[in-house]
């Protein structure tokens, strides 16, 4: 292959540079008008409690879905729902072949292609990282005008415990063959010094059970296979049993072993016959870690768990990170635990009981070091991550280093590296389980009943706009106390109802939209003066 | 005074003690049928997201409410909203004296009481301790059955800057008299070490902003008197002028000179005059540290402040700790400044630039050894902090400790100190400017509303029960997508209604409730087979 007047190599993210999660990168080849491309990572982010109803929030494909012809392939690098999430809801759309390794594979339930058979000016070659997942792979793409380096999430674990070391020679023989762009996690670039090796976890993890006498119960995120073993092997390591609770533990354990992972170790026991053990011979590996309301470890600090109880001289152990936005619920989750009797370990107490799967900035500097790129191109991460993580990259002598948004088209070669486009990266939101714009109206109305609650009017007016049953109003959120009764409130706002509709020309009362506009607003007005807010108002006009 | 037979010391927090925040506590002497109460802060917390609509949070006053008539006083130990933001909404219910020393009392728009003036069984002195704003006062109770020492919020700071030292003389003395319980802070009691001092970090705050030269914002608790005075003096010394920024600023601004601090300082300029310097002599003294969306700081970084502008070269210091549940606004609020370009100073990443106003393990263990108490009784914290507290407290040889929850009645003396009562002890939600119950309607209502939608169905009927106008259905919150129309659904969901109403019997047609109900029935079961959701139906039925 070799370059053409008029070939660009372009980078565009369209999810994952504003945030950590949601990756969605495009890497396009050719002339402007006639460009191939290929996608790395089709990742999900979650709803929290600012879009109440909407689990599942998606990068806005429009963009690439013009293009869906043009899509070589689509390369996922793991199987994290940040990387993976979006595929069940947006492949449809655009239809590439998916290429993805083994563990990711099962995951996806995809059957695997190889990367090596992808036709066009790209040329992949996987790269083998660490990181808290099976199969973490940086991507090498060759292409005539460069070579591109995307990393992915990845650290550099001298000892993973599955799976092989960081492959750093594979990085150097790519840097001294020229690396132009390196496309890097910024997940931790506030975070001096290593991220640390899940071989210290393990060893934290053994010395901690062994002084454990009770039951003990271990979070993690199930995808993290690598602590799921150091957690069964340390609990075996002390006489202990280990008793998957929790339907994605369950999950996580068949697709390792799909691909030969959590082999040599015990056979895991029910959650039912884990009941009739003595306590200090057996752990139970639970879901919940993040406060989730559903999952094992919520059931169990509830007390309403059918079949693990934990109480006094028993043991929580939270080998997981704290994630952004989750810091409520896991404290209320850590209290209710507390409350029994149940003593809790966590990594700010217990450091090594949890390390980062992302690099911390002596790892950066270590990347650098190997690849040795002509440009930087921080992603995954905030804006604060993206900038500081540019910072890094120029002090480590990288010639260009810029900061993209979601949405802008990053010409890489030729030429100096910059902002060349900007194409609408918005977000989707999965909710009632339809796709739905990001500044839809339904979710918009929800938060505002949220805060305001809702008042119905209906009535029903002959041919001639006369009142011949009605106004009823009725509320729905409005807030009623001692001496102030909600009904009487709720007659008040009839009566006012009711003058509005006299005060209309006859004309307008013929005209079931002004009679609708004109209720809502007079109901919206005397709501403000009894609450201070402003509800919405359905108003239903029925002719008779 | 003596003690009289049948009388007993109690302790009833019924706020604070199963929270870091909405402080109320009891203190009850005499026997069970005719106590005298005092009342030991007054405090609220904040609703958020998963209350929407509600402001503030009030602890719940029934209990006491019935013994109005024999609560001797409300002493306030400080004026942080924790311990003092309930007197406006409560007081009329109580109706006692309030004590309180000047600069709580100036936020209060109270008239000062002296505290000596409480007459009844409770002898009060106050103690002088530190804390993150003026006047901090722990209390000595001294009553004919012992002496308890209710701490408030405090620190050991050697170097407060504003205020005196802690008065561990008048603590030790306490002590040789015999301390019978000690009601302590247990907020950071799962932090090692001491809290640091004010003098520290007026330190450091001296030589970071000598090191910058651009603008400066810096945010910080405007309560905390000691810190604006230390970012005053800090700014001063480097030559730079300084403009508050943010209403509550100016309000603790004025409290603090009506008490003779924040003096012999320069005249604070507008922040319009302010515009007109060059960048390196102005400080912007702001509101906000905590992401609060219409505080100065978030204004600045949206750039829609007025008069107040940061970009590259400019800095933002964050002197103030993150509060709990806060993170997400706190992330979105420095990602916005960071992508004006602006640097951003943490006590993340700036040891020394913020301490906490709470005691950690070793002040904790001094403030024991002085003390030396009978019981120790850990409040201000969650479950996990007020059971960590009372092991510390064994570990100092305490005799007894132990962890009451918000509404347990302590018996302090005579006899073993133990949980004697259970009383109610919710909370109440400040809703639309109105009292109402936690578990109130209104709220329920809303977030059901938020998370699934409402339907509104009216129809006419006639006195058969015939359909003579109607059905209308309408959606608010329920959402739509390509291939799937709004108001297709509504269309269906009509279809449902009137299906609904012609499988009732005539009499159930002639019962509007029977007929309401069915329509919300089977709406709901529409609603749920299109959107997976139950949705809030309100249905109304016309009689013509």
Redesign the interface.
């Known amino acids: 292959m070799s370059a053409a007047p008029g070939d660009e190599l372009v980078f565009l993210p369209l999810g994952g540079s504003n945030e950590i999660g949601m990756n969605f990168n495009l890497y396009g080849y050719g002339p402007a008008h006639a460009r191939k491309w290929i996608v790395v990572d089709l990742g999900v982010t979650f709803g ?3 879009t ?2 909407v689990e599942i929030i998606l990068p806005d494909p429009a963009f690439i879905e013009e293009h869906a012809g043009d899509i070589l392939g689509i390369v996922l690098t793991h199987a994290h729902e940040d990387h993976i999430g979006a595929v069940p809801w947006l492949w449809e759309r655009l239809k590439a072949p998916l290429y993805a390794t083994p563990f990711t594979a099962f995951l996806l339930r995809e059957k695997l292609r190889e990367a090596d058979l992808l036709d066009g000016p790209f040329d992949l070659t996987l790269i083998t990282l660490t990181h808290s997942i099976p199969e973490p792979n940086g991507l090498a793409i060759r292409t005539p005008l460069g070579t591109v380096l995307h990393t992915g999430d990845w650290k550099i674990d001298p000892d993973p415990l599955l799976g092989p070391v960081t492959d750093q020679e594979a990085i150097r023989r790519l840097g001294d063959e020229g690396v132009l762009a390196m496309v890097c996690d910024s997940t931790n670039v ?1 975070v001096d010094g290593e991220a640390g090796s899940e071989g210290t976890v393990r060893t934290v993890l053994r010395e901690l059970i062994g002084q454990l006498k009770g039951k003990i119960a271990a979070a993690c995120f199930a995808s993290n296979v690598a602590r799921m073993d150091s957690i069964i092997r340390a609990a075996e390591a002390n006489d202990r049993r280990v008793c998957l609770v929790g339907r994605s533990m369950l999950r996580m354990a068949a697709a390792a072993r799909s691909v030969g992972l959590l082999t040599g170790v015990q056979p895991f026991v029910s959650d039912t016959e884990a009941g009739y053990f003595p306590a200090d011979k057996v752990l139970y590996l639970c879901t919940g870690s993040q406060g989730e309301p559903r999952a094992a470890l919520a059931r169990i600090a509830d007390g309403t768990h059918p079949h693990v109880a934990l109480g006094a001289n028993d043991a929580c152990l939270f080998s997981s990170r704290v994630i ?2 989750n ?2 619920p896991i ?1 209320n989750l ?3 635990l ?2 029994r009797g149940v003593r ?1 370990f966590t990594e ?2 217990h450091p090594g009981l949890h390390v980062s799967g992302h690099p911390c900035r002596d790892e950066l500097k270590r990347m650098y070091q190997w690849a040795r790129p002509e440009i930087a191109v921080p992603t995954h991460g ?3 991550h993206l ?2 993580h540019a910072n890094l990259a120029r002090d480590m002598q990288v010639p260009q280093a810029l900061a993209p948004r979601n949405g802008d088209m990053v010409r890489l070669a030729p030429g100096r590296a910059e902002v060349i486009d900007e194409v609408p990266a918005g977000r989707l939101y999965v ?6 714009p990001e500044h ?1 109206e ?2 918009r ?3 505002h ?6 008042l ?1 009017v ?3 007016l002959d041919r001639k706009g006369r009142i ?3 106004p ?1 109003v ?1 509320a ?7 001496g ?1 009764d909600l009904e009487e409130a709720l007659d008040d706002l009839a009566g006012e109802a009711e003058a509005a509709l006299k005060k209309l020309s006859s004309n307008d009362r013929d005209d079931d939209h002004a009679v609708e506009q004109a209720l809502s607003r007079a109901l919206k007005r005397a709501a403000f003066r ?4 402003r509800p ?1 108002v ?1 108003a ?1 006009v ?3």
């Open positions: 929290d409690q600012t109440p109803g506030f952004p936005g810091e409520v404290r850590q209290n209710k507390a409350d809790l700010r107490d905030e804006r604060r900038l500081e909710d009632g389980g339809m796709v739905t839809g339904a979710l109305e929800r938060r009943a949220a805060y305001n609650g809702v119905t209906a009535l029903a011949v049953s009605g009823q009725r729905l959120g409005m807030p009623g106390e001692e102030y009894i609450w201070d807010r919405a359905e239903t029925l002719r008779v």
